[in-house]
């Protein structure tokens, strides 16, 4: 019944959370392995083929952001922090320095595996030789060969940089994107931090392919955070 | 020496019993004129020269003048010197002769020598007497300001500044204490037996430096910022000081004053120390509540919810479970908005205001709810200008889910629900309405809806999702942007609305 069979690492310090993460995995189809520390986790990373970490960024023993920079020296693998709802900053700092996505506790046991889910086909598309040349998402089109924009079926006139944006965020479907990292890829690494004129440049994407912008159905806001294009 | 008559404290009583010291002086002038002549007649006997024995006379008128005070028994001296050598030792012996004019020269000579002794001796005691008092004052001032830097506590102060008062002036003293200007404390010690008890109100001060009551006078004490007390002393003590005793009781209550100040001030800081200590107990503890009971409500929801997910809907299991995970999410959002609002009233949220887009704060509250409730259908309207607010994006977004959370509540589902943004131009306002077609609120509770664990009318008063929390943080989060927050009934058909005022960019004027 389940098409899923990778390994994930549950890194929870709290018995009932990491006990009902468990089941819901394995109710999906999901090998799993579970530690309390962050030091358990790491020594578990080293020794077990894990394909993807579910890391509580409020770890007893080591700072979780620790634990996602010695990840990344050497694996991609998809990292999803969980957090408590006043910890933002610490949330687009995990996201900027390589996880994938973000769960807020409380999180339901659905919602944590769309997330697995889209961290994981993000991750296979990455490994796979190219990106494809069109993808639909809803009735959103974008073709990357053309670089043309279609909603629809209609052709969507935008300008570069909306189209640059646009893609970025094909390119990344369902994961957040934090505001440094999109100013970043669009404007260059020296741009700084002017987050107003990404606003700017996001209304105007809005106001083109949402039929309503302030209700929006492909790009949505995560406060404090970043920004996502939604998938289903 | 009139100066320091009503000093006796520091005069040491050296002007009192005259009778005595006169004696004790004529005695030593009539010792040393009759030594000088037992002195004389010796000289005559061994045939020295007369000039020896007006020496001797001499040096007895120069004794008796540095010996005594005055210039009486000096130039007395002077004169019973000459009459006596003229007596004694003159010719005719035993005998006054006037005629001889060279005894004439040694009786001015004996008297100018009489006259500068005693004028120098007499300057010289006066020097003298000054420098004792001088030195008593320093004295008295230090031993005050010693005591008074090791005073452990008003009480202490209060005992030193009187007794030292009271024992330099001989009077008697009072001192009160004030504590941010209010009387507290009266403390008062009596050298001298009490005649009368020391009564009167206490009187403003005037510019003289005191203030006089009928029967006292009150010394205020300065501190930095207020006044710190009042020395009180009696009228006729306080009349009958000279200048250098109102100097030397200013020096005091000024270092008194100081040493008030000093307490006042260690006071503070152990005050402020506390105030610290008990910021830093609350916020570990508020640490302490949100981990300890967020953790295990995510734990309880998300394990609920996996039960929901084992049992068929037609179970009973599964409205069990449900009722456990609805309640447990009540729990959560209650133990979420008494931390926020824990974190408003102590003014320790500090904004992170930022400009922020209008419709994405908006639209991530809508979302929020949807996400909770996708079955209600929320209608959104924003302007199509592009607006960019200063806010604390994360609050605001928190107003508007507690708004639309209390929409949802109380109105059945096919209810419509509303939120709208507008531009007030003209005052430079941004407008956020949140509209339901609800029940309305009871025109009772109006006026209270914002206040804190208000319960919104008297039928649900045992409701337990009552607690008024969601809407007193709407408007802890909406006075802290500088901006207003009201409730109304709709006038067109039934149905609550929430309105919120944000001033934009530029508008520095406060809502209140």
Known sequence: MSYYNEYVLVVEDDMQIRNFICYALNSEGFRYITAGTGQGALSLLVSEPIDLMLLDLGLPDVDGMEVIRKVREWSEMPIIVVSARDQDKEKAAALDQGADDYLTKPFSATELLARIRVALRHYYKQGGSRTQAIIQVGGLRID????????????????????????????????????????????????????????????????KIEKNPAKPRYIVTEVGVGYRLVDE | MNKYKNNPAIDGGLEKGNWKDEARCLSIMTGLLISATVTGYIFRAVDFPETNIVLVYLLAVLLTARMTHGYIFGILAGVIATGAFNYFFAEPYLALSVDASNYIVTFVIMTITALITSTLA??????????????????????????????????????????????????????????????????????????????????????????????????????????????RIPKDRAETMNESQKRLLQTMIESIALAMDRYWSMKQRVRSNEETMRERYRGNMLRAISHDLRTPLSGIIGTAEVLMDMTQKDDVRYNLAEGIHKEAKWLHSLVENILNLTRLQDGRLTLSKQTEAVEEVVGSAVS???????????????????????????????????LLE?????????????????????????????????????????????????????????????????????????????????????????GAVFIFKLPMEGNESELL
Request: charge should be negative; aromatic fraction near 8%; proline fraction near 3%.
């Open chain 1, 144 to 207: 990357f060969n053309k670089r043309l924009v279609y909603l629809d079926n209609q052709e969507l006139h935008v300008t570069p940089m909306e189209y640059n944006l646009l893609s970025l965020f094909f390119k990344n479907i369902g994961r957040v994107l934090t505001t440094k990292y999109i100013l970043k890829e669009i404007w260059g690494v020296d741009y700084g931090s002017d987050t107003q004129v990404l606003r700017a440049l996001m209304a105007g994407l809005r106001r």
């Open chain 2, 122 to 231: 007499s300057h010289d005691k006066k020097k003298t007497l000054e420098a004792q008092k001088k030195e008593a004052e320093t004295k008295a001032l230090y031993t005050l300001t010693n005591r008074l830097t090791g005073a452990a506590d008003l009480n202490d102060i209060a005992d030193i500044a009187v007794s030292t008062i009271s024992d330099t002036m001989s009077t008697q003293a009072e001192f009160f204490s004030f504590d941010e200007n209010e009387l507290t404390g009266k403390i008062s010690l009596r050298q001298v037996p009490p005649k009368k008890q020391i009564q009167g109100n206490l009187t403003d001060t005037t510019e003289a430096g005191y203030s006089r009551d009928a029967e006292l006078y009150d010394w205020p004490l300065y501190g930095r910022e207020t006044k710190l007390g009042i020395i």
């Open chain 2, 368 to 402: 929020h709810i949807q996400r909770s409730c996708p079955e209600r259908e929320i209608t959104v309207s924003v302007p199509d200008e592009f607006l960019l607010v200063p806010m604390d994006a994360k609050l605001i977004e928190q107003v508007l889910i507690n």
């Open chain 2, 406 to 494: 209390n929409a949802v509540k109380h109105t059945l589902p096919e209810q419509e629900i509303s939120v709208s943004v507008t531009a007030d131009k003209a005052n430079n306002y941004i407008v956020f309405t949140v509209a339901d077609r609800g029940e309305g609120i009871d025109p009772v509770d109006l006026p209270n809806i914002f206040q804190m664990f208000y319960t919104s009318g008297l039928k649900h008063a045992d409701s337990q999702y009552g607690i008024g929390l969601g809407l007193s943080i709407c408007d802890a989060i909406i006075k802290a942007h500088g901006g207003s927050i009201e409730a109304q009934n709709r006038t067109e058909g039934q």
